[in-house]
């Protein structure tokens, strides 16, 4: 395990050395292989950044983190670096299990014979099964009622202005009275244009 350190307004201690070290052991039991890290421990306007590279056979993994002081920093980096190894080690193994039973984009023959005897040994029988089951009638569900005044316009406005009212309000139905003080309703429909109805 090739670890090489670099520090930006920083002094990389042998504390720091030892803690990514001992996560780095962690992480080689998962990877299981020899691997290659770069480390970049830095200090910017009270902030402490650690920056992990690792290449291995599974890819290449990064594991950033800032924090309020540097060992925490390191913590969290080896932390996410660890979730990112289980998380592409998991996917490699699964493609190769997937890939395992296949031969030339087929099944192998003397897995296709195998299946091919078992399902003619078997008889066929049938399952019963239900799937999903409705109700017969629906049940009635209680009326929840919320009361809003954010919907209905206290003074009277033009068509103009009752749109780009309803739109900062974020409302789909708008009440509001004309000039001449009709009564009108706008009402957004499912496609998002506005719809007017005159109350009569």
Known sequence: MDVE???????VTPANRKEIEEGLAKLRKILRNKFEAKVILAVEKRRHKAEITV???FGSLVGLAQAGDMTAAIG?????????????????????????????????PELASRAASASADSAPSSVEMVVHKFPAVAKTTEVHLVRSDE????????LEEAIKEAHFRDRDVFVFRDPKGKLMVLHRTRDGKMELIEAP
């Open 55 to 57: 290449n291995s056979r």
């Open 5 to 11: 350190y670099t520090g930006r307004h920083y002094e």
């Open 151 to 158: 919907a209905v316009a206290m003074r009277p406005m033009t």
């Open 76 to 108: 969290e980096a080896i932390e996410h670096l660890e979730k990112q190894a289980v998380r592409n080690k998991t996917r490699i193994i699964t493609k190769k299990r997937r890939s395992h039973g296949k031969w030339n984009g087929q099944a192998k």
